[in-house]
């Protein structure tokens, strides 16, 4: 019996060592703690905020009185229950992971349940500089200096490409035709 529980923790001490170290809030210490986020909302209500850091980020939100809920977008800077990408709705810690394609700025908003007059919250922003980058990738979408690249081109300009193009084999086919018949 003492044989089999020293092998039991033999392994989960083995196991342990392959998974990364964790803080106190279950995260990874290999992520970077931005910023502190510290408010109060009424019931009802939202707060929003501007998320402008590039790269995946996590946001790990605790209510401290009441229940604060997390809306999170890259389409508007003020997400709600109604409009959002990624939420986290939970009773006690939010998490919401915002991946690192996610137009910048995010919108993040914040929003006091309605069963509490009033709830107050603390929400951390961190950086996972865990994420490892896809050597097959597509190559780069920015320049040298760092500033992200766009197409020039819109689908207007790529439908008259394509007009052209068939144009001039439909033109090349005639001829062809001609030549031989």
């Known amino acids: 019996m003492l044989c089999c529980s020293a092998l039991v923790l033999l392994l989960l001490s083995q196991a342990r060592g392959l998974l990364p170290p964790t803080d106190e809030d279950g995260l990874p210490q290999e992520f970077t703690l931005l910023h502190v986020v510290q408010g109060h909302i009424g019931a009802?209500?939202?707060?929003?905020?501007?998320?402008?850091?590039?790269g995946r980020i996590v946001l790990l939100m605790r209510s401290l009185k009441g229940?604060?809920?997390?809306?999170?977008?890259?389409?508007?800077?003020?997400p709600?229950?109604?409009t959002y990408k990624l939420q986290s709705t939970t009773c006690?810690?939010?998490?919401v992971v915002v991946p690192g394609?996610?137009?910048r700025p995010v919108g993040i908003g914040i929003y006091g349940h309605p069963s509490y007059l009033e709830s107050?919250?603390?929400?951390?922003?961190?950086?996972?500089q865990t994420v490892t980058l896809d050597p097959f990738a597509k190559s780069s979408s920015e320049d040298s200096d760092g500033h992200k690249k766009f197409p020039q081109g819109s689908?207007?300009?790529?439908?008259?490409?394509?007009s052209i193009f068939w144009t001039i084999l439909i033109g090349l086919l005639k001829i062809i035709v001609e030549i031989l018949f």
Not at 67 to 78: E, H, I, M, P
Not at 121 to 128: A, C, I, Q
């Open 44 to 54: 009802g209500n939202y707060s929003y905020l501007r998320l402008n850091h590039d």
């Open 67 to 78: 229940d604060a809920d997390l809306y999170v977008s890259d389409k508007t800077l003020r």
């Open 80 to 82: 709600s229950f109604d």
């Open 92 to 95: 006690g810690q939010d998490l």
């Open 101 to 103: 394609d996610f137009v």
């Open 120 to 128: 107050e919250f603390e929400m951390r922003v961190f950086y996972d």
């Open 155 to 162: 689908e207007e300009d790529f439908q008259e490409e394509e």
